[in-house]
Every structure is written in structure tokens, then in C-alpha cells.
């Protein structure tokens, strides 16, 4: 069922018979938990799942990407978006003391270039503008409806 390219797992369809299985975490990986770290690689089995990763292998190279262009703090991933029960959330703050400080207010860009991306997957920029602020912090929040 899991098929490896590049490190990515592959988002291909999954088929019983003649009917066509529809993703969710449950059915790429039917033993693990959500919150599970089977690989012991540090990164929940349902982030590996929205990010291509696989809990059979220690692959961090899966995670996000993060640069700063003056104010603005960007984030690069690769996102599964053949799953329509997860969800996928930027946030930014510019403060990690008030936890409610989180905010939903991310540009979200499809990158042009989806050279290499898998189907099932898209490569994405999150942007913040951090203003004139010296701190920002940009986070992905995975979760499943």
C-alpha cells in the first residue's frame, strides 16, 4: 500500500476490487495513532501523512523549509491534498508567551513550480509579515475533521 519515490510517499489511489478507497490517515496507516512516532524520528505519524512522509523511515528532509526576506518570515512544504479530512492550518504570532496570540492571518501561495511533487500533493508558500517586529514565528497546525 505504501509505495516510496524520492522519500515522498506516493498519494495514488487506493483500490479494492473495483472500488476506489478514498485517502485518510486511517487507511495509509491503519496501526498507528496520530500522535504515534513509530520511526522515532520525533515528528507525529499524522504530520508525516500530511507532509508525504513515511513512519517507516527516519526522513526529516519531509519537513517544512523556513527563510526571512526582510519582515517577511516564509514557509515551504509540501502538502497532501488528496485527503479532504485534513486540514492543513498556517498560524503566526508574534509572541510565544500568550498562547492565544496565534492567528490565521498567512498569504498562502501554490508555488508555480511543482516539479517532482507527487500526486495527491502540492507544494505551498505560507508568508507573515512580521512588520517591524524583530520576532515572528510561522507554524503548521495538522489535524483531521
Known amino acids: ?5 524520492s ?7 487506493l483500490t479494492q476490487g473495483e472500488f476506489q478507497i478514498p485517502w485518510s490517515f486511517t487507511a495509509v496507516y491503519p496501526a ?12 507525529p505519524a499524522l ?9 517507516q523511515s527516519y526522513n526529516l528532509g519531509v519537513l517544512p523549509s523556513v527563510t526571512q526576506s526582510n519582515s517577511i518570515l516564509k514557509l515551504k512544504a509540501l502538502i497532501r491534498t488528496n485527503d479532504t479530512n485534513l486540514l492543513v492550518n498556517p498560524e503566526a504570532t508574534l509572541n510565544l508567551v500568550a498562547p492565544t496570540s ?16 507527487p500526486p495527491g500533493f502540492q507544494r505551498r508558500e505560507y508568508q507573515f509579515n512580521a512588520g517591524t517586529n524583530l520576532r515572528a514565528f510561522l507554524k503548521l497546525t495538522v489535524e483531521q475533521k
Do not use: K
Request: glycine residues 14%; aromatic residues 8%.
Open 102 to 117: 496565534w492567528t490565521a492571518f498567512v498569504v498562502t501561495t501554490n508555488l508555480p513550480d511543482q516539479t517532482g511533487v
Open 7 to 13: 522519500g515522498y510517499q506516493s498519494a495514488g489511489s
Open 32 to 43: 498507528s495513532l496520530p500522535t504515534s512516532d513509530t520511526n522515532g524520528d520525533g515528528v
Open 1 to 5: 500500500m505504501e509505495e516510496q519515490r
Open 47 to 55: 504530520v508525516e501523512y500530511a507532509l508525504g512522509g513515511s513512519s
